[in-house]
């Protein structure tokens, strides 16, 4: 007999742990409401009302040689996007402060390609230490595929936690990109953790796949032991090759969302690029079962205006006091 929703719930708030077959089973099912409240309530027992904020530099943009198909900085798309070798270091502290002034836990240098030169490394930590002098925030990278020793040296740098999405389940991510696999994001992923930081690993929805795709990244991500999920709905960029996808109804959003808290009940499951394509429904993702974001604009898409989120959210009962561990 399938359990009812108020029996997975309550399951789940012992330490029970869904299996794709009642994510399927609940994706399908017709009162979407009641699953949205049942993620809100697990995300409120679970995790409390603090809402983690974290915000993104593009401090190295465009001529990836990586063949993404959703994404405006690979130089095999023509998207018309700038490109720089590295963000003027003016510009960085001036995001920097403006971030630390409205309580921004966390704050991370974003550089496109396929990973770091030695020389970028050097570059980043100068900006890193500049940025650590004049404000209060934790700091995160995303710099591609990493090795042994440009971990290490990030990890010098006083960065505490990785960015690496997944962007897809592995069985859809050959769909997505062929220049690097999904199996060398994950190895990026331990090499991370191996030298002491934290994780930071989602995907992007809206890309063609299918529910049981995005269950199946849920449950990877599940597996992995991923704390810090990034939910990204796929911008329709002109130029890349998924240009031309309509995008996902506020619903399907919203259940996918739900479906990640109940799969990662303890996870910060981050809303990030692309919510600005749901208007006032953004807000909603909140009520289903996110508890974080990423504020302020995106790389190459903008979001909402920061001071708007944190008006808001609190309106929804967030708070948004630092902590040290910031997990």
């Known amino acids: 007999m399938p359990k009812t929703l108020q029996q997975l719930k309550e399951e789940i708030l012992k330490g029970g742990r869904p299996d794709r077959a009642t994510a399927l089973e609940l994706a399908a099912g017709p009162d979407k409401e009641a699953l949205f409240q049942a993620a809100d309530e697990i995300r409120r027992e679970k995790m409390g009302n603090r809402f983690h904020l974290c915000s993104i530099i593009n401090a190295k943009s465009g001529n990836c040689t990586e063949n993404c198909r959703f994404c405006a900085q690979s130089a095999r798309h023509h998207t018309g996007i700038d ?29 496109s390609g ?14 890193y230490q500049d940025i650590a ?5 934790l700091f995160c990278a995303s ?4 090795d042994e020793e440009v971990a290490a040296s990030l990890v010098k740098t006083g960065v505490s936690r990785y960015h690496c999405n997944l962007e897809a389940n592995r069985d859809f991510f050959p769909q997505v990109c062929t220049t690097h696999t999904w199996e060398e994001k994950v190895a990026t992923l331990k090499i991370a953790r191996e030298a002491g930081m934290s994780l930071c690993s989602g ?28 939910m990204n709905l796929l911008t329709p960029i002109p130029g890349t090759p998924l240009a031309e996808l309509e995008p996902l109804s506020s619903e399907e959003v919203l259940t996918v969302i739900a479906l990640f808290r109940l ?8 809303m990030a690029g692309g919510r600005q394509q749901l208007g006032a429904d953004q807000y909603r993702c909140f009520a289903a079962g996110a508890n974080g974001a990423i504020v302020g604009n995106y790389l190459t898409t903008t979001g909402s205006s920061l001071g708007e989120d944190l008006e808001q959210l609190a309106a929804m009962g967030f708070t948004f006091e630092r902590d040290a561990g910031d997990e």
Do not use: F, K
């Not at 003027?88 to 974003?110: C, F, G, K, W, Y």
């Not at 002098?133 to 925030?137: F, Q």
């Open 114 to 127: 396929r990973n770091l030169s030695q020389e970028t490394v050097n570059q980043l930590a100068s900006l």
């Open 133 to 137: 002098a004049a404000t209060s925030m």
């Open 143 to 146: 710099a591609g595929l990493l």
């Open 83 to 111: 490109t720089y070798t590295l963000i003027e270091p003016e510009e960085a502290m001036t995001i920097a402060r403006d971030n630390d002034e409205h309580q921004v836990h966390r704050l991370s240098l974003v550089t």
């Open 263 to 270: 799969i990662n009940p303890t996870a910060v499951i981050r």
């Open 203 to 230: 995907g992007i929805i809206g890309m063609g796949e299918s529910m049981e795709d995005r269950i199946a990244l849920a449950l990877e991500l599940r597996e992995l032991g991923i704390t810090s999920i990034p």
